[in-house]
């Protein structure tokens, strides 16, 4: 048995061998000790993932996301979206133009435009998610 943490596993190897040398009498105390620091060791675990997710909340509503967790697209990364499709868009372009034509072209800058609107309705909710998530109201 491979132990995931070799601390605890020294501890439980030192509780086994205490009872040994201590015999019955002592076995329910050290099962309990044991217990408690292994309690003990959840706990702070416990914590410490409480405190990373809470941490990581604040750090995305800070980045303008929103703090209940999620993922809406903040106002940076549609922005930088926008920018790098440009960018892109201009070698498309004559690339599009150029073995086409002017159906090609257009057809590039639907391609375009259509992968920008997707990327931007992407953190609407729809009507029916809204109607789910919308508190009934009191009569």
Known sequence: MEARDPELA???????????????????????????????????????RVRREVAELRIGA???????????TGFGERFGF???????????????AGTAGLGGLMTVWAGIVGINVAHSLRGIPTRRARRETAEPLER
């Open 62 to 72: 800070a980045r303008g996301g929103r703090s209940d967790g999620s993922s809406l």
């Open 10 to 48: 020294k501890e439980l190897d030192a509780a086994l061998s205490a009872r040994r040398d201590l015999g019955q009498e002592y076995e329910s105390a050290l099962v309990e000790s044991f217990l408690e620091k292994l309690d003990r060791r959840m706990e702070a675990t416990v914590d410490r």
């Open 82 to 96: 926008a920018v790098v499709s440009l960018v892109l868009a201009v070698p498309l372009s004559g690339i599009g």
